[in-house]
């Protein structure tokens, strides 16, 4: 089963122009796009992590992809929904 769980700020900064940058994680490890649907994170989305390889999607966007396939869709990693 994947973990899940919220995207959480770990640093933000502000660039010189004024544009502000965040690094964002999900359980402690560093993610930027949904491997899916290839949008950002934002802060507070609910997202999910494969056990395995721990690659980071939607939470949504996993579990349509979880109907059609047992593979991680980055990676092709075999997916256990008992782990």
């Known amino acids: 089963m ?5 995207v959480e700020v770990t640093r ?3 660039l010189k122009d ?10 402690g490890v560093s993610v930027d796009r949904c491997g899916i649907c290839m949008s950002q994170f934002r802060r507070d989305e609910h997202a999910a992590l ?5 690659h980071s999607f939607h939470e949504a966007c996993l ?4 109907r059609e396939s047992r593979m991680c869709p980055i990676c092709r990693m075999p997916l256990s ?3």
């Open 81 to 83: 929904m008992d782990e």
């Open 18 to 27: 004024g544009r502000v940058k965040l690094k964002l994680s999900l359980l």
């Open 12 to 14: 933000r900064r502000v």
């Open 50 to 54: 494969t056990p395995a390889c721990k």
């Open 2 to 6: 994947p973990f899940t769980g919220k």
């Open 63 to 66: 579990q349509k992809w979880l």
